[in-house]
T-cell receptor, first 112, second 112 residues
């Protein structure tokens, strides 16, 4: 099926460091979405990507739509404590009637 | 109020209770969703309503019953739940089915 695999599953970094995480699939996706979930809250959309090769920024966050259309990357520069949370990738799955399917998430912890 | 609002935020219920979760969206969207989020599992799509018509996920037990009286409101009726149903239940909406989702803050459900 069209599963999304995220790595790493968790990261524990020092404040100020840059962060990279990725999302891969065995199938092609036409849209990639990145969400962040704070503890006790619902996921919030960070960045949406609609075109292979697209590079989009939102403040210190930058995401890229892989040229193979089977992967996407999210980078966070100069991390701060409020970056703590779970980051999810998502994309519309043909196996689910084009409803969004989500990756397992990358849990980010930042040490001040 | 703006966005997607869920009530209650927290719910504790016994296995013989009947309760309902409520969701309201103020975004003018045409599709609404229920997701289940359990520890260490990806987000699981439970139900989708598009223009008030249900797209059913057949793997959802009948003890969960959704209701969508109009495009702004969505309910999840709960009856004779099991302890393994304890999870965060997230409501979301999108302009059209399959597009980027906007989530509520969720209802943290504990079944005793």
């Amino acid at each position: 099926g069209q599963q999304l695999n995220q790595s790493p599953q968790s990261m524990f970094i020092q404040e100020g460091e840059d962060v990279s995480m990725n999302c891969t699939s065995s199938s092609i996706f036409n849209t990639w979405l990145w969400y962040k979930q704070d503890p006790g809250e619902g996921p919030v959309l960070l960045i949406a990507l609609y075109k292979a090769g697209e590079l989009t920024s939102n403040g210190r966050l930058t995401a890229q739509f892989g040229i193979t259309r089977k992967d996407s990357f999210l980078n966070i520069s100069a991390s701060i404590p409020s970056d703590v949370g779970i980051y999810f990738c998502a994309g519309p799955s043909k196996n689910a009637g084009n409803m969004l399917t989500f990756g397992g998430g990358t849990r980010l912890m930042v040490k001040p | 109020e703006t966005g997607v609002t869920q009530t209650p935020r927290h719910l504790v219920m016994g296995m013989t209770n009947k309760k309902s979760l409520k969701c309201e969206q103020h975004l003018g969207h045409n599709a609404m969703y229920w997701y289940k989020q359990s520890a260490k599992k990806p987000l699981e799509l439970m139900f989708v309503y598009s223009l008030e018509e249900r797209v059913e996920n057949n793997s959802v037990p009948s003890r969960f019953s959704p209701e969508c009286p109009n495009s702004s409101h969505l309910f999840l009726h709960l009856h004779t739940l099991q302890p393994e149903d304890s999870a965060l239940y997230l409501c979301a909406s999108s302009q059209r089915a399959g597009e980027k989702l906007f989530f509520g803050s969720g209802t943290q459900l504990s079944v005793l």
